[in-house]
């Protein structure tokens, strides 16, 4: 049974999803993962490699696991993580207690920054939830600056059949099944496979990030291509 909103009722569905697993948001995603998203985000960030005194955003923060990796890389930069759905950014709060990161409240499609605010962009797991996925990415051109960068992890399927078959079992049948076990949303974690599946391919991906305000752009798969990591570059 399907669970996917209609588009035009999406951003209510998806905040009222998050708002509901946000307290145990980050345990759901590590056991799910077995931790490995962890290191696909800061692949992502090593990618771009922020300078010491860049400001960067990323997108659809969350409980601010790009935040608390990027914080290092900037000591005399900022970060600032956005999302719509404040009870996500409520559950991390604890891990931001450093004054050179900042949460706040607002939507990928209606950015509250102005143009070209940004040196780099990141984003995590967010886009496949946006209603507008070519506005998404020329909303985070528009408030990057000319030559700034972006970094952005998402979902994928193994292109390899067997992986694939394991993959799908995996995420349609055990997580719903364990995030129930765990007094999770198994809504919420029915929504995740569902929503990947309908989430375009890589390469599709790599060409609406082009279309939209973004220059070499390149990707790449991570954890047996069931995520993949996007780089690109803003529009000189
Ligand atoms: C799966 S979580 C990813 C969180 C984090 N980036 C990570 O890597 O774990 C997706 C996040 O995107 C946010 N989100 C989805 N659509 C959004 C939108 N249109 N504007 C702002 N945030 C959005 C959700 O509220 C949620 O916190």
Request: with cysteine.
């Amino acid at each position: 049974m399907s669970v996917l909103p209609p588009d035009d009722d999406k951003a209510r569905y998806v905040a009222q999803m998050f708002a509901r697993i946000a307290p145990g948001y980050d345990r759901m995603n590590r056991l799910m993962t077995f931790g490995l998203d962890r290191g696909w985000r800061a692949a992502a960030v090593s990618a771009i490699a922020p300078p010491h005194d860049a400001r960067v955003l990323d997108v659809g923060t969350g409980t601010g696991d790009f935040v608390a990796l990027l914080t290092p890389w900037v000591p005399q930069g900022l970060v600032v993580g956005v999302d719509f759905t404040v009870p996500m950014m409520h559950a991390g709060r604890w891990r931001h207690v450093d004054r050179r990161s900042q949460f706040v409240a607002g939507d990928a499609l209606r950015l509250p920054f102005a143009d070209a605010r940004f040196d780099a962009v990141t984003t995590g797991f967010t886009v496949r939830n946006v209603s507008d996925i070519a506005a998404a990415f020329a909303e985070m051109a528009r408030v990057t600056r000319p030559g700034g960068v972006l970094a952005c992890l998402e979902v994928a399927r193994p292109q390899q059949a067997l992986v694939r078959l394991g993959h799908r079992w995996y995420f349609e049948i055990v997580v719903p099944q364990v995030a129930r076990a765990l007094g999770a949303d198994p809504t919420a974690y029915t929504y995740l496979p569902q929503s990947a599946r309908r989430f375009p391919a890589p390469e599709r991906l790599a060409e609406l990030i082009a279309d939209n305000g973004w220059s070499h752009v390149h990707y790449w798969r991570v954890g047996s291509g069931a995520a993949a990591i996007h780089v690109a570059r803003r529009h000189a």
